[in-house]
C-alpha cells in the first residue's frame, strides 16, 4: 500500500500564527484545496495518515478537551466530505521532553511502518516544516513541502500499463520545477526534465518501454500518461489562468500557445535535419506532442520558426511548452470559479 502521510497545523488546517495552538472549535479553518487534495489523493490509491506534533496536551496550557473538541470536529468535516484517515499520530509531547516520538522523530510510525506493507516508494509526506521534511528523510518517503497556511497542491498519480510500455508518474502542479525522470531515452528525458522546471511543476515518471522495438511506443504513452496525469491534477481546472505562451529565443525560435479548453486539437509546423538528436528520433516529437495535447484535452500550437542547431530547437519547444503550461495551470487571485462562460471546461 502507499501512503501519504500529513501534517496537520499548517499545512491542512489553519495554524494561528502566534500561539500556534488549535484549542477551540472557533479556530479550526480547513485550508482551501484541503478537501479536494485529500480526496484526488485517495482516488489515486493513497491511504492518509495524520502525523501531528500538538504540544503538551494535558498540560494547562493546552488541555485535553481543547485538542480534542476542534479535531473531532476536524475529522467529521472531512468525512462529510468521504476523505477518511486510515490512521491519526499524535505526538502529546513538549520539546524538553525529549520524548521519542515528536517529529523529526519517527516513533509515532515506527510500529505501523513494521506492521503494514509500505510501498515507501511511492508514499509521501505532505508538511510546512524543516522537522516534516526531516521525518520524510527519516522513514525515507519523498518530501512534498506545502506553505504554511497556504492553498492545499494539486496532485495527481497515474499509471499505464501495456504489452509496450509501463509507466508510472506523479506529480505536483504547484511544485517548484524538480524532476525524476527515467524513460531509457536520456536526451528525452533531458527534454522532460526541461518541461518539468519551466512549468514550476514536480514531476516523476518512471517508463519501462520496448525499447529493442524502438523508441515510438515509450515515446507516445509517456505523452499520453503526461496529458492525463496534468489533466487530473488539474481537477475541475477552477481558478486556473488556462492560457499560456511564450516564445523563446536564441539562435532558434520557436512558439508554443496553450489553452487547457477541454478540446484536444494540436498543429505543429517545423521541418527536422537530422532523424535523430540523442536517441530520440525527430519524427517522434510532433508525435509526442500530440499524444500529450489528446489526454491533456488543450489546444496545442506549436511551430519552429527558425534555427540551426536540433538540439536547440528541441530545446525551444520543450521549454516552451513548459512555460505556456506554468502560465496556464497557475491558479490566479482574480478567477472566481471555473474560467468559461459555460461554466465547465
Ligand atoms: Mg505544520
Ligand atoms: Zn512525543
Known amino acids: 500500500m502507499k501512503i501519504a502521510f500529513l501534517d496537520r497545523d499548517g499545512t491542512l488546517i489553519w495554524e494561528p500564527p502566534e500561539t500556534k495552538q488549535v484549542d477551540s472549535i472557533e479556530k479550526l479553518r480547513i485550508l482551501p484545496g484541503v478537501v479536494e487534495g485529500l480526496r484526488s489523493l485517495q482516488s489515486d490509491g493513497f491511504d492518509l495518515v495524520l502525523v501531528s506534533n500538538q504540544d503538551g496536551i494535558g498540560s494547562s496550557s493546552f488541555p485535553t478537551e481543547s485538542f480534542e473538541a476542534p479535531q473531532k470536529e476536524f475529522l467529521s468535516q472531512l468525512e462529510k466530505e468521504d476523505v477518511t484517515f486510515r490512521s491519526v499520530f499524535i505526538c502529546p509531547h513538549k520539546e524538553a521532553e525529549k520524548c521519542s516520538c515528536r517529529k523529526p522523530k519517527t516513533g509515532l510510525?515506527?510500529?505501523?511502518?513494521?506492521?503494514?506493507?509500505?510501498?515507501?516508494?511511492?508514499?509521501?509526506?505532505?508538511?510546512?516544516?524543516?522537522?516534516?521534511?526531516?521525518?520524510?528523510?527519516?522513514?525515507?518517503?519523498?518530501?512534498?513541502?506545502?506553505?504554511?497556511?497556504?492553498?492545499?497542491?494539486?496532485?495527481?498519480?497515474?499509471?499505464?500499463?501495456?504489452?509496450?510500455?509501463?509507466?508510472?508518474?506523479?506529480?505536483?502542479?504547484?511544485?517548484?520545477?524538480?524532476?525524476?525522470?527515467?524513460?531509457?531515452?536520456?536526451?528525452?528525458?533531458?527534454?522532460?526534465?526541461?518541461?518539468?522546471?519551466?512549468?514550476?511543476?514536480?514531476?516523476?515518471?518512471?517508463?519501462?518501454?520496448?525499447?529493442?522495438?524502438?523508441?515510438?511506443?515509450?515515446?507516445?504513452?509517456?505523452?499520453?500518461?503526461?496529458?492525463?496525469?496534468?489533466?487530473?491534477?488539474?481537477?475541475?481546472?477552477?481558478?486556473?489562468?488556462?492560457?499560456?505562451?511564450?516564445?523563446?529565443?536564441?539562435?532558434?525560435?520557436?512558439?508554443?500557445?496553450?489553452?487547457?479548453?477541454?478540446?484536444?486539437?494540436?498543429?505543429?509546423?517545423?521541418?527536422?535535419?537530422?532523424?535523430?538528436?540523442?536517441?530520440?528520433?525527430t519524427e517522434l516529437v510532433a508525435h509526442f506532442f500530440e499524444s500529450l495535447a489528446q489526454t491533456l484535452k488543450c489546444n496545442l500550437h506549436m511551430k519552429i520558426e527558425r534555427g540551426k542547431n536540433e538540439h536547440h530547437k528541441l530545446e525551444a519547444l520543450f521549454k516552451g511548452l513548459g512555460r505556456a503550461l506554468r502560465q496556464a495551470f497557475r491558479q490566479s487571485p482574480y478567477e472566481r470559479g471555473i474560467p468559461s462562460t459555460k461554466g465547465s471546461l
Open 109 to 281: 510510525v515506527d510500529a505501523f511502518l513494521q506492521e503494514e506493507k509500505v510501498d515507501l516508494a511511492a508514499s509521501l509526506m505532505i508538511g510546512d516544516r524543516e522537522t516534516d521534511r526531516a521525518f520524510a528523510e527519516s522513514i525515507g518517503v519523498r518530501f512534498v513541502s506545502m506553505e504554511t497556511n497556504g492553498r492545499f497542491s494539486r496532485f495527481a498519480a497515474e499509471k499505464r500499463k501495456t504489452n509496450e510500455t509501463d509507466i508510472e508518474a506523479f506529480v505536483n502542479l504547484d511544485g517548484s520545477g524538480n524532476a525524476e525522470i527515467v524513460t531509457g531515452i536520456g536526451f528525452f528525458d533531458h527534454m522532460l526534465e526541461l518541461l518539468a522546471k519551466h512549468a514550476l511543476i514536480d514531476l516523476t515518471l518512471k517508463a519501462n518501454g520496448d525499447l529493442q522495438v524502438d523508441e515510438h511506443h515509450t515515446v507516445e504513452d509517456t505523452g499520453l500518461v503526461l496529458g492525463s496525469l496534468f489533466s487530473k491534477a488539474l481537477g475541475d481546472k477552477r481558478c486556473i489562468e488556462r492560457y499560456g505562451f511564450w516564445v523563446p529565443m536564441d539562435e532558434a525560435l520557436a512558439y508554443v500557445v496553450v489553452d487547457l479548453s477541454g478540446r484536444p486539437s494540436f498543429v505543429f509546423e517545423g521541418q527536422w535535419k537530422r532523424e535523430y538528436v540523442g536517441k530520440l528520433p
